[in-house]
Nanobody, 123 residues
Framework: QVQLVESGGGLVQAGGSLRLSCAGS????????VGWFRQAPGKEREFVAT????????YYANSLEGRFTLSRDNNKNTVYLQMNSLKPEDTAVYFC????????????????WGQGTQVTVSS
């Protein structure tokens, strides 16, 4: 059983940056791929990015246009989502999730979820 806790959300102006963290506990963290999803008000939750267990491979939703970067520190059981050049349309609750295989893009493929962290980008 893995527990995930997101942090780092907040209010930022358009063009600014934020770094979200996803801290894991209760399992062998490096075993799990970690994905990020986001849900804007009135919209469905959508895939953002995912990183494999040892951190040497990641891929991103095409819509991000290269603005976000994933990394992980398994010594700290933490995955980081660096978000740059933020836009108002990035405003959403951001969730991290863990899966036992890398490459998943659907929510139902992830077994463990955090509670989410709010990101608000003002124009």
């Amino acid at each position: 059983q893995v527990q995930l806790v997101e942090s780092g959300g907040g209010l930022v102006q358009a063009g600014g940056s934020l770094r979200l963290s996803c801290a894991g506990s209760g399992g062998t963290f490096s075993f799990y791929a970690v994905g990020w999803f986001r849900q804007a008000p009135g919209k469905e939750r959508e895939f953002v990015a995912t990183i494999n267990g040892n951190g040497n491979s990641a891929y991103y939703a095409n819509s991000l246009e290269g603005r976000f970067t994933l990394s992980r520190d398994n010594n700290k059981n933490t995955v980081y989502l660096q978000m740059n050049s933020l836009k108002p349309e990035d405003t959403a609750v951001y969730f991290c999730a863990a899966a036992d295989r890398y490459g998943y893009r659907r929510q139902d493929q992830y077994d463990y979820w955090g509670q989410g962290t709010q990101v608000t980008v003002s124009s």
